[in-house]
């Protein structure tokens, strides 16, 4: 393998299972219960608090985020299911728990964890936000050396494996400042990470770098990757496309102006929630996380500008 450097909250609210998009995954392969084949050697698994990409080959097997850290066991025989071939390489898209709860079971089989430098920073501190909304998370220990990444990187990353192409871009201060998504170029599929979910509303993680125009600025980024055959991984929900990610980027928009607007007549943060201003704004049915989360976080983060 060779790597060439460029260099230069919310959390696990996410995983929904209602779509953007018409895609169907009868466009895909379903291989047994929770595993999906997108591409030739590209695998997603489903049920483990994130979507996990699997690509398998010769060279061994890189794996795109972990999941849950009570599911590791499982996903990593699941993973087996797929092939045998030792993990070489995981790659995590940011530093929620949902999204790197495998990392340590991995790391000690001997798979060497690569993730932007902010990703580490963050997962040394300790995760403590305030009350949402309404709701109390979970404080978060800083994480045991076993989880974190070996190789980091600032603006991107260039990974070459089994005959593949894999570009790791980062997108600062959006979800969170340590977003990264996974571009397998001769595959053509794009994993998101938490910068696009295909059954819901997102949350902007303002207190540890996500910024709502930033992330209105990540998604118009991968939309410039992408083209109409383009198979788009998102962090939670179904598998999608180019139109799911413009139908999401829409809703990202037209909410961040109406939320602004609210702002702009003075109104405090429990009368925007009221004001309901996502209001028919997800067209897949019911969003999995309230979108008075999401409304409260993009209010937080347009009050400080």
């Known amino acids: 393998m ?4 460029r260099c230069n909250f ?3 609210l996410s995983f929904y299972f209602l779509t953007f998009s018409n895609w169907s995954l009868s466009q895909n392969s379903v291989i047994n219960q929770g595993v999906i084949k997108v591409a030739e050697k590209i695998y997603v698994l489903n049920d483990y608090g994130c979507n ?3 690509m398998v080959g010769h060279e061994g097997l890189l794996i795109i985020d972990t999941g849950y850290g009570e599911d590791a066991l499982k996903m990593d025989s699941v993973i087996k299911t797929i092939s045998n071939l030792p993990v070489k390489y995981v790659l995590n898209t940011h530093f929620h728990f949902d999204h790197l709860g495998g990392n340590k079971k991995l790391s000690e089989g001997g798979a060497v964890i690569v993730a932007h430098e ?3 920073q963050r997962m040394l501190l300790e995760w403590n936000i305030p009350e949402i909304a309404g709701m109390k998370y979970p404080i978060i220990p800083p994480y045991p050396v076993e989880y974190l990444s070996k190789i980091c990187f600032q603006d991107s990353l260039i990974i070459y494996l089994n005959n ?3 570009q790791c871009i980062h997108f600062s201060n959006s979800h969170s400042d340590g977003d990264v ?3 397998f170029q001769k595959a053509n599929v794009i994993h998101t990470g938490d910068l696009f979910l295909s059954n819901g509303f997102p949350v ?3 207190y540890c770098g996500g910024t709502t125009d930033g992330y209105i600025r990540a998604v118009d980024n991968i939309l410039k990757i992408c083209d109409e055959r383009t198979v788009i991984i998102p962090g939670h929900g179904a598998i999608s496309n180019r139109q799911g990610l413009q139908d999401y980027r829409y809703m990202l928009a037209e909410s961040r102006t109406r939320i602004a607007s609210l702002i702009k007549e003075g109104k405090t943060v429990n009368e925007v929630i009221a004001a309901d201003p996502t209001k028919d704004l997800f067209k897949g049915g019911e969003s999995w996380l309230p979108p008075k989360l999401f409304v409260f976080t993009v209010y937080q983060d347009l009050s400080k500008k």
Request: aromatic share 14%.
């Open 164 to 166: 593949e192409i894999i």
């Open 181 to 183: 998504i996974y571009y």
């Open 118 to 120: 902010n990703t580490r």
């Open 2 to 5: 060779k790597i060439k450097s």
């Open 10 to 12: 919310l959390v696990f």
């Open 52 to 54: 996990i990409a699997v």
């Open 204 to 206: 902007v993680d303002c």
